[in-house]
C-alpha cells in the first residue's frame, strides 16, 4: 500500500505563516502537521509516500528527505490548483494497481489505522459536525456501506462529514472515475474534486464503508491551530529536554520545548510549543506556538502564533507573526 499526502495549498488561512512556510510544516505540539500525518502511518506499516506538492514544494522535499531518509518517497508537482481529484491523478503512473491511503496534508486524525488498513474493503473517515455544508458528506447506509458522497452541499442529507482519510482498494478503479471527471469535465465549486470520483465509484458499485475517527485536529487557521495544539500537549504531556537547566524560569505543563533554547527570566506555559534555538528572556508565554530561531525580549503573550526567525521585543498580548519578522514594542 502506498500512501497520498496532497500538500500543495498555499494555506491561505495561516498567512503570514503559510508565505515562507507550507502550511504542512507548520509546528504543532513539538511536531510539524507533516510529521503527525507520516509518522502515524509509518508506525502502522505503509512505507512508501506519495508527496503531491506545488507552493513551496521545495521545503516540503528537502524537509522529507532530511527527516525520513530510510522511507521510500516520491514528489509530483501540482502546478495549476485544479483541486484534489486533480491532485491525485497526478499520482497515477506511480501508483500502478496498488492500494492506496490518501490524506490531506492539514489532518490530523486520532484512529485505528491498523483496523482500517487490514478492511477488507475500501473506508472513509467520517466525523459527526454540526454544519456540515463546509465538508464533503457521506450518507450512511444502515448496513455500514456508504450510499453517496457530495462535496459541501447546499442542504445535506447527513452530518457526518469527511475527514480526509481514504483507504482505497481499487486505485484503477478510482482513476478510471478520476478520467471521467475531467472527459465530462465535472466540477464542484469550480475544481476537480475527489469526493466526485468517490461518488462515481459508488454509484458503479465499489464499495465504501465509513470509520470514525476518535479526534480530528484543525490545522487550517490561527485559532484552530492554537486550539489543537494545546489539545496535543494536554494528550502527549508535551515535552522538555532532561537537564535543560533554564535559568530563573517556570515551566508550566504541558510545554513542548524544542533542542537548543535559551530561556531566562520567564514563565512559559501552559500550552506552548517552542521551536529549536529559540532564545525567550523577561517575558511570558502561554497557549501560544514559537517557531524555531526566534527571539522574543520583554513580551507577554497570549494565544499567538509566531513564525520562525523572527524577533519580538516589548510588551504584547496576542500575536500572529511570520517568518523573518522584527518587532519592537520599545
Known sequence: MKAIIPVAGAGAKLRPHTYTQPKALIPIA??????????????????????????????????????YPDLTTHFVYQNERQGTGHAIELTKNIVGDDE??????????EFDVKEVLDS????????KVDDPRNFGVASIGEDGFIEQVVEKPAIPKSNMA?????KIKESDFLFECLHHLFVQD??????????????CMIRRGAKFKSFKV????????KESLLESNATLLKKTGGNVEDGHGFQDTIIIPPV?????????????????????????EYSIVRDSIIGSYTNLFEVVLDNSLIGSDAAVKGLSRSLNIGDNTEIDFG
Do not use: R
Open 120 to 127: 477488507p474493503y475500501s473506508m472513509l473517515g467520517v466525523k
Open 162 to 166: 469527511l475527514v480526509g482519510l481514504y
Open 214 to 221: 476518535k479526534n480530528w485536529f484543525d490545522c487550517g487557521k
Open 100 to 109: 492506496v491511503f490518501v490524506v490531506l496534508g492539514d489532518t490530523i486524525c
Open 256 to 280: 513542548s520545548i524544542a533542542p537548543g533554547c535559551t530561556i531566562k527570566n520567564s514563565i512559559i506555559g501552559p500550552h506552548v510549543a517552542i521551536g529549536a534555538n529559540t532564545t525567550i
Open 30 to 67: 513539538g511536531k510539524t502537521i507533516l510529521s503527525f500525518i507520516v509518522d502515524q502511518l509509518h508506525e502502522a506499516g505503509i512505507n512508501e509516500f506519495i508527496f503531491i506538492v506545488g507552493y513551496l514544494g521545495e521545503k516540503i522535499h528537502e524537509y522529507v528527505e532530511q527527516t
Open 186 to 199: 465535472i466540477k464542484s465549486h469550480g475544481e476537480y474534486n475527489l469526493t466526485d470520483a468517490l461518488d
